[in-house]
């Protein structure tokens, strides 16, 4: 009987301490100095066809404009839709070749071989962006024009 109760004098300590410990950890994370701020840091999700800016009147400004993101076209529907969009016409389409090669190695546009005709679409990337940063980037860029004046 004598041993039973050292036993669970025993056992009650060690519980008594894991105690202890868990509320000495709550107590540590409650007085910590510095803290990261959650509500200030906003993620916006943009897509990366709003950041690309083509120079306009060029070939591969035509081909962004008119290439999808949800179908696939071959190359007569995009000298057609350049055509409706813009009234120029191509005489040789192998020059808008170069253009759609460099933008799928890009991988901003993707390829396929649909019936034995290469046709193309855009993929849909998204960039997530901290406004956080977004703001700082803008002052300092604001800085830098305010010092060159």
């Known amino acids: ?9 025993i056992l009650k300590n060690l ?5 202890n410990i868990n509320t000495n950890k709550i107590n540590s994370e409650e ?11 906003q993620k916006t999700i943009i897509s990366v066809w709003d950041v690309i800016n083509c120079t306009e009147h060029t ?9 999808p993101f949800d179908e696939w076209i071959d190359m007569n ?8 969009f813009f009234q120029i016409e191509y005489k040789n389409d192998r020059s808008l070749y170069p253009y759609l090669k460099t933008m799928v190695d890009l ?25 956080e940063k977004k703001l700082k980037e803008e002052i300092k860029q604001k800085n830098k024009i305010l010092t060159n004046n």
């Not at 519980?15 to 105690?19: E, S, V, Y």
């Not at 070939?59 to 290439?67: G, K, P, T």
């Not at 529907?77 to 409706?84: A, L, V, Y």
């Open 31 to 41: 007085t910590q100095i510095y803290t990261e701020n959650k509500e200030t840091i």
């Open 59 to 67: 070939q591969a400004y035509h081909l962004v404009n008119v290439i």
């Open 107 to 131: 991988g901003i546009i993707e390829t396929g071989n649909i019936g034995g005709k290469r046709k193309w679409r855009k993929k849909d990337l998204l960039i997530k962006i901290d406004q």
């Open 15 to 19: 519980f008594n301490k894991k105690t």
């Open 1 to 9: 009987m004598i041993i039973m109760m050292g036993l669970i004098k």
């Open 77 to 84: 529907e995009i000298k057609r839709r350049i055509w409706d």
